[in-house]
C-alpha cells in the first residue's frame, strides 16, 4: 500500500502569506497526485489534478509542483475563503488520501 | 448540473447492515469509475471502494473487504454500497464520487454525503 505523508498537520498564516504544503509518498508514483480542499460541513472539491493542473474554475492562487515522492501545494495569497482543511490524493495504486492540512487565519 | 445524491445512511446496532444508494445526474455515469470514500467524525478522508465503469472490477480498502459490496446500475444511473457486519469505527459521512478519468484517477464530482452511525 501506498502511504501519503502530509506536512504540516495545521498552519496559521494571516491574509496575503503564501502558504505551502507538503505531501510525500511511500514510493515513487510519478505525477499520479491531487490536491482538494475541504470546508467544514462540505464535501471535497477537488483544486489540482495530476500534480500540477489547475481544476477548471479555481483560482489562479492555488498551485501544484513535483513527482515521483515529493510534492508541493502552494497559496500564493493567502485569501480568508481559503480556511479549510486540504488534503493529498495518489491514484498510482488505488487511491489514498494524506492526512490532511488545517489551514486557519492568524 | 452535474450532480451526485446520496441517501441510505442512519443508525444502525453493531453487527447490522445497511445499504447506501447515489444517484447521479448531468453526465454519462455509464463511462466512468465510480468510488465511495467515508469520513469519520473529526478524522480524514479515507479511500473505502471503486468500481469500474461496467462493474467488472472492484476494489476496496483492506478494512472493509468482505463486509462491504460495490455495485452499480448504469440503467438507473446509480451507484450502491452494501455494508454487513458493520462496527464502531465504521461511523462515518460516506461520499460518493466520480473520477473524472476514464481509469482510476481523483474525484472531480462529490455528493453530499449520508452519515452512518454504528452504536448500540
Known amino acids: 500500500d501506498i502511504q501519503m505523508t502530509q506536512s504540516p498537520s495545521s498552519l496559521s498564516a494571516s491574509v496575503g502569506d503564501r502558504v505551502t504544503i507538503t505531501c510525500q509518498a511511500s514510493q515513487d508514483i510519478s505525477n499520479y497526485l491531487n490536491w482538494y480542499q475541504q470546508k467544514p460541513g462540505k464535501a471535497p472539491k477537488l483544486l489540482i489534478y495530476d500534480a500540477s493542473n489547475l481544476e477548471t474554475g479555481v483560482p489562479s492562487r492555488f498551485s501544484g509542483s513535483g513527482s515521483g515522492t515529493d510534492f508541493t501545494f502552494t497559496i500564493s495569497s493567502l485569501q480568508p475563503e481559503d480556511i479549510a482543511t486540504y488534503y493529498c490524493?495518489?491514484?498510482?495504486?488505488?487511491?489514498?488520501f494524506g492526512q490532511g492540512t488545517k489551514v486557519e487565519i492568524k | 448540473e452535474v450532480q451526485l445524491v446520496e441517501s441510505g445512511g442512519g443508525l444502525v446496532q453493531p453487527g447490522g447492515s445497511l445499504r447506501l444508494s447515489c444517484a447521479a445526474s448531468g453526465f454519462t455515469f455509464s463511462s466512468y469509475w465510480m468510488s465511495w470514500v467515508r469520513q469519520a467524525p473529526g478524522k480524514g478522508l479515507e479511500w473505502v471502494a471503486n468500481?469500474?465503469?461496467?462493474?467488472?472490477?472492484?476494489y476496496y480498502v483492506d478494512s472493509v473487504k468482505g463486509r462491504f459490496t460495490i455495485s452499480r446500475d448504469n440503467a438507473k444511473n446509480s451507484l450502491y454500497l452494501q455494508m454487513n457486519s458493520l462496527r464502531a469505527e465504521d461511523t462515518a459521512v460516506y461520499y460518493c464520487?466520480?473520477?473524472?478519468?476514464?481509469?482510476?484517477?481523483?474525484?472531480?464530482?462529490w455528493g453530499q454525503g449520508t452519515t452512518v452511525t454504528v452504536s448500540s
Open positions: 464520487a466520480k473520477n473524472f478519468g476514464v481509469v482510476i484517477s481523483g474525484m472531480d464530482v
Open positions: 468500481i469500474k465503469q461496467d462493474g467488472s472490477e472492484k
Open positions: 490524493q495518489q491514484y498510482d495504486n488505488l487511491q489514498t
